[in-house]
């Protein structure tokens, strides 16, 4: 089943996609629920914050596996994707953060822990519902465009224009990490039901993902092959 809808700005895209992910964890409460970061999310999780304290919607067996973490950032950082999660969700709701997992970017091992963290996953007996962004190039997850598609969670080099696209939440362009660990695009298939959210600026590079060739040079066109597939796109801001 593949579902796209359109509304009218962001907060009815988050709206919309917390609604789909609230209907998943009533019926299932001990959910393991796949999360991104970046701008495109937020509105939805300040509603399913907003979800929690008004309406009672109950995170306490709830159980998360983070996209991606930086390279190199400690998980206080500001920039840190454990501090943006923290801010934009965790804090906010009843979820036991022992149940909140994300890569560890300060690894010393990095080999060792992205191997640690794809086996956390098939521990965990894989994700129920993966909530998604897109990047600018395509990328999902940080599963940049490359001759093949990724088979195992891993360190990747970000590409020139994923910096240039993250440097705005950095003081500066030689600030943003050139690396960081993501899960891999098996994974991310594997999940039961995945949900995209995506907005206006994402037009042109959402239209290719789904309606061009299935390549690897566009790692999100791959999600034309999952069976149970929302996206949810924003017409404004």
């Not at 593949?2 to 907060?11: A, G, R």
């Not at 304290?53 to 109950?58: H, I, S, T, Y």
């Not at 949900?195 to 907005?199: D, E, F, M």
């Given at each position: 089943m593949?579902?796209?809808?359109?509304?009218?700005?962001?907060?009815e895209m988050?709206?919309?996609g917390a609604a789909i992910l609230a209907e998943e964890i009533r019926k299932?409460?001990?959910?393991?629920?796949?999360?991104?970061?970046?701008?495109?999310?937020?509105t939805l999780y300040r509603e399913l914050v907003r979800m929690?304290?008004?309406?009672?919607?109950?995170?306490s067996s709830v159980r998360t596996i983070n996209l991606d973490e930086y390279v190199g950032l400690p998980v206080d950082h500001?920039?840190?994707?454990?501090?943006?999660?923290?801010?934009?969700?965790f804090d906010h709701i009843n979820i036991d953060s022992n149940n909140t997992w994300l890569p560890d970017g300060m690894a010393e091992d990095l080999d060792e822990e992205w191997s640690r963290y794809d086996a956390l996953v098939n521990t965990l007996g894989g994700i129920d519902v993966q909530l998604l962004g897109i990047g600018p190039n395509g990328h999902i997850g940080f599963n940049e465009p490359s001759d093949e598609f990724s088979n195992h969670t891993q360190v990747v080099p970000l590409t020139r224009e994923t910096i240039a696209a993250n440097a705005r939440f950095f003081?500066?362009?030689?600030?943003?990490?050139?690396?960081?660990?993501?899960?891999?695009?098996?994974?991310?298939m594997q999940a039961n039901k995945i949900?995209?959210?995506?907005?206006r600026n994402k037009e042109e590079i959402l239209r290719k993902a789904l309606q061009g060739h299935i390549t690897s040079q566009i790692?999100?066109?791959?999600l034309q092959l999952h069976r149970d597939l929302t996206v949810i796109f924003s017409e404004g801001e």
């Open positions: 593949h579902e796209f809808k359109i509304v009218k700005n962001l907060e988050g709206r919309a299932k409460p001990d959910l393991i629920l796949g999360l991104a970061t970046g701008s495109s999310p937020i929690h304290k008004e309406e009672g919607l109950d995170f500001p920039q840190s994707y454990r501090t943006f999660m923290n801010e934009h969700l003081h500066s362009l030689s600030e943003v990490p050139r690396e960081a660990i993501t899960l891999d695009i098996r994974h991310i949900v995209l959210v995506a907005t790692p999100a066109s791959v």
